[in-house]
């Protein structure tokens, strides 16, 4: 039949056929399957309805389809999935899981494919953490199985799932939409048949659960860059070499002892009610330092560098999220003379002394969880951690020890038995932590050295570190070694800085008086060939205010709170409530800082003269 009979050919219905049958609409309906007939054929039956007074001839018949389709829309069948060699055989609807691919059929496009490989969940995780849940997505392309995680978020939205692609899995922009119905409605089919498993992200203790990675059934579903971090963090070799070597190195010098205690401490800081804190050990090459930080590492992990030990070779953030996943572990850093900027390391080190990480706001409008840690950081280098111009909460926060001396005898000997026997005592340690009466017993005994520790010249910081780290010591030489060989108070006390130590002012007055001598030319007063900052008098220097300010600034200190404290001490003339004076310097009367120089007391090994000296 030619489409001009077929036009011509549509029969002529009254306004009841149109109104009280089906008639006119099952006759378009027909030709569901032929648009370009079906779109004549309506448009002439519209007028044909018009004259008899129907006007919406149009959206009756697309409500006629709808109905029809609903009508004729396949049965889920019992079906289940037919992949080779697939992980869990489950039940998939109207779906069609084969060795051809996914695919389901529809009423107006016929079949249409979801996916052109084997691909089903197989596992859903819950993050122990967050309450989070992802699926383990398995898939085949060619003979061997796959597995990727995914957020239920990234396979509920056609946009999001096509980030599967970056692993091999088969979707595109076309395909989006049925993967997510498949993969949804096959969870849905067998949510008791698709194993639920706890999940991790990161190290370290759980509320309510226990320590990561030591809880059973725990799965990691972190990012994927810490992976083969988390999977350091396991027990390898033999557990008594482990021991014979440890303590052989607990009947020698005091530096590995420092390092293996600080390790064990690392997870007392968040029990204990503790802050984080820094153990830098520093010094020339061939001391050992390195091997030092494989001893800490094998309590916990594979002590190679680059699995558990890592360098400073990282940026801040990479350090605030290294930071964050050992979470109660020790973060351990190699290498410091790596990094580049010196100035800004001190904002480093606040930030990870602080164990809290930068709050960052995201695409929805809200923030991200802030990272969170509560951890000792073992570092070292061949140089101090801390200098001159370091604020004094940075310096309050850290441990600092000068290796004088070889660590080891025979560090290589030592290291190859470490890279071979490693993760048993760290395990250990914790199991008996949590034991509530042993926490009961660590907090007593750490409340004890705490007190012994805090002197009227130590800061609390300090000494609560230091208290930390003997209180760790102590529990493993009873619990782990038995060798009676604990550090004690009077060993660790010398590694403490005093409260002057500490002090940014007062290493900002020291870098001032030094300043001074060693540019005394520049303070003279008056001159007519080289750059005047002031006159140098007896026992005391007028530093035009400027100056003074820039001064501060090259060292790396705050001349506003340093200029406060300066008028605390006396150490500064002022005048109607000015930090300065007038003097004349040049012959022009400027506004200076009277400053008063350090003499040669007790308590300071400096003179500085006046200019007629």
Request: glycine share 6%; aromatic share 10%; proline share 3%.
């Amino acid at each position: 039949m030619t489409e001009e009979s077929i036009i011509s050919g549509i029969p002529i219905y009254t306004y009841e056929d149109y109104i009280s049958s089906t008639a006119p609409y099952e006759y378009a309906y027909q030709y569901i399957d032929d648009s370009f007939t079906l779109e004549r054929i309506i448009t002439q039956m519209s007028n044909n309805a018009k004259e008899v007074n129907v006007k919406n001839f149009r959206k009756i018949f697309s409500e006629y389809v709808k109905k029809k389709k609903k009508l004729t829309k396949p049965i889920a069948l019992d079906s289940v999935t037919q992949f080779d060699g697939q992980p869990l055989e489950l039940s998939c609807g109207a779906w069609r899981a084969d060795e051809f691919g996914v695919s389901i059929e529809t009423t107006d496009y016929g079949e249409k494919f979801a996916c052109n490989h084997p691909v089903l969940p197989v596992m859903r995780l819950v993050n122990i953490d967050t309450g989070v849940e992802k699926l383990m997505i398995s898939y085949r392309k060619g003979k061997q199985w796959r597995s990727t995680l995914a957020d239920k978020k990234t396979l509920a939205s056609n946009n999001s799932i096509l980030e599967l692609a970056n692993v091999g899995v088969g979707v595109t922009s076309e395909n989006s939409k049925l993967l997510v119905q498949y993969l949804h409605d096959v969870e849905s089919l067998n949510y008791d048949l698709i194993p639920e498993k706890n999940s991790v992200s990161r190290l370290g203790w759980i509320d309510g659960e226990g320590f990561s990675p030591y809880v059973e059934n725990l799965v990691f579903d972190g990012d994927v860059n810490f992976k083969s971090y988390f999977e350091s963090v396991q027990c390898y070799g033999d557990y008594d070499i482990w021991l014979e070597l440890a303590k052989k190195v607990r009947s020698g010098n005091v530096f590995p002892r420092l390092i293996l205690a600080a390790s064990f401490a690392s997870v007392l800081v968040k029990p204990l009610g503790g802050l984080p804190f820094f153990l830098h050990i520093w010094g020339g090459t061939e001391v050992g330092k390195t091997v030092g930080l494989m001893l800490a590492a094998s309590v916990w992990a594979n002590p190679e560098v680059g699995r558990y030990i890592h360098t400073f070779n990282s940026t801040s953030v990479g350090r605030e999220k290294s930071a964050a996943f050992v979470n109660s572990l020790p973060l351990i850093l190699d290498e410091l003379q790596i990094i580049k900027d010196k100035k800004d390391f001190d904002q480093s080190i606040y930030m990870l002394s602080e164990g809290a990480g930068r709050t960052r706001g995201n695409k929805s409008g809200g923030v991200d969880k802030t990272p969170t840690w509560s951890n000792c950081i073992i570092t070292s280098g061949e140089m101090p951690i801390t200098n001159a111009s370091s604020g004094g909460g940075a310096v309050n926060r850290i441990l600092e020890v000068e290796c004088t001396e070889r660590l080891f005898d025979d560090p290589r000997y030592v290291a190859n038995l470490l890279k071979s026997n490693y993760g048993f005592a760290g395990k250990a340690f914790v199991e008996l932590l949590q034991v509530p009466e042993m926490i009961e017993a660590a907090q007593i005994i750490y409340e004890q050295i705490y007190a012994q520790t805090k002197t009227e010249d130590t800061m609390e910081k300090q000494a609560g570190a230091a208290a930390l780290v003997l209180t760790a010591d102590k529990l493993v030489t009873d619990w782990i070694f038995k060798d009676d060989k604990a550090l004690t108070v009077k060993e660790i006390s010398e590694f403490l800085k005093s409260k002057e130590a500490v002090s940014v002012n007062q290493r900002a007055y020291e870098y001032i008086c030094e300043y001074v001598v060693q540019n005394k030319n520049k303070f003279c007063g008056s001159s007519e060939i080289t750059e005047v900052l002031g006159r140098l008098e007896e026992g005391k220097v007028y530093i035009i205010r400027n100056a003074f300010n820039r001064i501060c600034d090259e060292g790396n200190f705050n001349s506003g709170s340093f200029l406060s404290w300066l008028k605390q001490k006396r150490l500064i003339e002022t005048k109607s409530n000015r930090n300065t004076i007038s003097k004349r310097i040049n012959g022009v009367p400027c506004n200076c800082v009277s400053l008063t120089l350090l003499s040669d007391t007790e308590e300071n090994d400096y003179h500085f003269l006046g200019e007629d000296d």
